[in-house]
């Protein structure tokens, strides 16, 4: 299957800073990526979708100004938590869509990304 | 090294009963999630499971046994918009989760 790669998988922070976490599709190109956030023992939620070259979409309560997502490119997005406070740790996952001859719609998953502010 | 391993494809008839299962091997366990996806959408959480045995919930049931790194969703009364692919995820002792890489159901008339 296609191959989603994220970085980085874990990352320490201290409060007030601002982390950018990748999501590469290595052997396809994707139009649109997905953004999800997961607290322990809690299913997955989606955060936003990124399309690229236009804005992404972010879903109910999830303020856009503190998570950026920038999808520049057909095999690029990035997630940037900025001002990030202790509330915001948790696990980050992204995911994308495969495109192009053969399109199946599936989406393939990155490993996901640990963040921890302290 | 952590492994997730369920069937690629799956057929079965609408009305019908179908079981996918699930085995992993991975560091650690807080836990067993079963998704939905259907193409091009997002997946969308069908079941946790991180005690022993069944846990039902409609025509969805899912079932875990710990000491057999095994796991289990049952979809029951068919219908054709349960084509899609199923997802086994693992939560390790990291709360990192660890997915399969689905099973993708496909419903005939």
């Known amino acids: 299957g296609a191959v989603v790669s994220q970085h980085p998988s874990w990352v320490i922070c201290k409060s007030g800073t601002s982390v950018k976490i990748e999501c590469r599709s290595l052997d396809f190109q994707a139009t649109t990526m997905f953004w999800y956030r997961q607290f322990p023992k809690q299913s997955l939620m989606l955060m936003a979708t990124?399309?690229?070259?236009?804005?992404?979409?972010?879903e109910q309560g999830v303020e856009k100004d503190k998570f950026l997502i920038n999808h520049a490119s057909l095999t690029l997005s990035t997630l940037t938590v900025t001002s990030a406070h202790p509330e915001d740790s948790s696990f980050y996952i992204c995911?994308?869509?495969?495109?192009?001859?053969?399109?199946?719609?599936?989406?393939?998953f990155g490993e996901g990304s640990r963040l921890t502010v302290l | 090294g952590q492994n997730i391993d369920q069937p690629t494809e799956m057929t079965a008839t609408e009305g019908a009963i179908v079981q996918i299962n699930c085995t992993y091997q991975?560091?650690?366990?807080?836990?067993l999630f079963w998704y939905q996806q259907h193409a091009g959408e997002a997946p969308t959480f069908l079941s946790y499971?991180?005690l022993d045995g069944l846990e039902e919930k409609g025509r969805f049931s899912s079932f875990l046994s710990r000491s057999k790194g095994y796991s289990y969703l049952l979809l029951k009364e068919l219908q054709m918009k349960d084509s899609a692919s199923y997802l086994c995820?693992?939560?390790?002792?990291?709360?990192?989760?660890?997915w399969g890489a689905g099973t993708k159901l496909i419903i005939k008339p």
């Open positions: 995820a693992v939560l390790d002792s990291n709360y990192q989760l660890i």
């Open positions: 990124s399309n690229e070259g236009s804005k992404a979409t972010y």
């Open positions: 499971n991180v």
């Open positions: 995911s994308a869509r495969v495109i192009g001859t053969g399109d199946t719609g599936e989406l393939f």
């Open positions: 991975t560091s650690g366990f807080n836990g």
